[in-house]
């Protein structure tokens, strides 16, 4: 277990995930297709994890590879874990 948290930080899986999210309902608002475009996701996600990695970064100090590994995991949970949970409350991005 000691494995898990020295290489994760799950408050940044969590924030990356939050700010992504409400990026693109924000966006949605806007522009009501923009949840159907599945590149338009990726790149969001991929945008606020570097700016949200550089930004943790600079106010903590934690280690890069413990940063990097979370960025990355960030989508995994997304995917795997709090989208199927969202999807059963009628939360996602395509059940308004």
Same mark, same amino acid.
């Given at each position: 277990?000691? *494995?898990? &948290?020295?290489?994760? @930080?799950?408050? !940044?899986?969590?924030?990356?995930?939050?700010?992504?999210?409400?990026? *693109?309902?924000?966006?949605? +608002?806007?522009?009501?297709?923009? +949840?159907?475009?599945?590149?338009?996701?990726?790149?969001?996600? =991929? =945008?606020?994890?570097?700016?949200?990695?550089?930004?943790?970064?600079? *106010?903590?100090? =934690?280690? =890069?590879? &413990?940063? %990097?590994?979370?960025? %990355?995991?960030?989508?995994?949970?997304? @995917?795997?874990?709090?989208?199927? %949970?969202?999807?059963?409350?009628? !939360? @996602?991005?395509?059940? @308004?």
């Amino acid at each position: 277990m000691e *494995i898990i &948290t020295n290489n994760f @930080d799950f408050g !940044v899986i969590f924030s990356i995930n939050v700010l992504v999210y409400l990026f *693109i309902k924000m966006t949605e +608002s806007i522009f009501p297709n923009v +949840s159907k475009i599945k590149w338009y996701k990726i790149v969001c996600t =991929i =945008i606020i994890g570097v700016i949200f990695g550089i930004v943790y970064k600079e *106010i903590s100090n =934690i280690e =890069i590879t &413990t940063l %990097i590994n979370s960025c %990355i995991c960030a989508p995994v949970i997304w @995917d795997w874990v709090l989208k199927p %949970i969202l999807q059963k409350f009628k !939360v @996602d991005y395509k059940d @308004d």
